[in-house]
């Protein structure tokens, strides 16, 4: 199975710390940001790395050149940032059957391959890796609302009164169905074509997406705060 890595964005909250680099490129616990993504999925046994990048991409290119850990990478060019949807398109002519899909700027400490099993067990178009937070801070990002069985129900961006506390993390199963659903977005408020609304057409088609709670951590890092809570989770 191939992974997407979505490494495009500019990183303007960690200014100035990429004001000269790339923010898969930014120092976390010892090593690049985009390193830590690339461990975890070498660990789960990924056939190839399809990296999206935007951003000072000749740094990332540069850096890690046409493998990691053995493992093949192939880079495609997202133009403009316009959005995740937008993002995983620019990697379609790459990926023939189902993928992982991660966000670079994650760093996981979890058994991921129990997305991947599961995907593979229930045989869904998408499987969708979440995390129970607090209900503040699922007012603030994608909140899930799954079935008894954990099946996706629904994905409520950023909502006043969340249906439940279990938010995206950023990790995804897909089969290429997703890459449909991506054509049909139409752009958000905020002028972006959101991944959210691809799976939530999946859903409304009547397809099966199916999650998987995070056993362990994660932390998205947007800012400095959060390299800090990294290192902390990991004792430096």
Not at 32 to 53: K, M, R, S, Y
Not at 119 to 124: K, T
Not at 176 to 191: E, K, M, Y
Request: proline letters at 4%; glycine letters at 10%.
């Amino acid at each position: 199975m191939d992974a997407v890595v979505l490494a495009a964005g500019e990183g303007s909250r960690l200014r100035p710390l990429t004001d000269q680099r790339p923010k898969g490129l930014v120092d976390v616990a010892g090593k690049p940001l985009l390193t830590h993504c690339f461990d975890a999925l070498v660990d789960i046994g990924v056939d190839e790395l399809v990296v999206v990048v935007g951003y000072r991409k000749a740094d990332v290119i540069d850096h890690y050149g046409d493998q990691y850990g053995g493992v093949p990478i192939t880079y495609v060019h997202q133009r403009e940032q316009l959005g995740l949807a937008h993002a995983l398109l620019q990697a379609e002519p790459y990926v023939d059957d189902d993928f992982v899909l991660v966000n670079g700027d994650n760093v996981f400490r979890a058994d991921l391959t129990t997305v991947v099993d599961r995907h593979r067990e229930s045989e869904s178009e998408a499987t969708l890796l979440v995390e129970d937070v607090t209900e503040e801070k699922a007012k603030t990002t994608g909140v899930a609302e799954t079935g008894a069985d954990g099946t996706l129900v629904s994905l409520v961006e950023k909502p006043d009164d969340p249906p439940s506390t279990l938010i995206q993390t950023g990790f995804f199963v897909f089969s290429t169905l997703i890459f449909h659903a991506c054509h049909l977005v139409q752009p958000s408020d905020r002028g972006e074509y959101e991944l959210t609304d691809a799976i939530g057409l999946l859903i409304g088609s009547g397809r099966t997406v199916e999650t998987v709670e995070l056993d362990g951590w994660r932390v998205n890092v947007n800012t400095e705060s959060d390299i800090e809570g990294v290192e902390r989770q990991l004792g430096q």
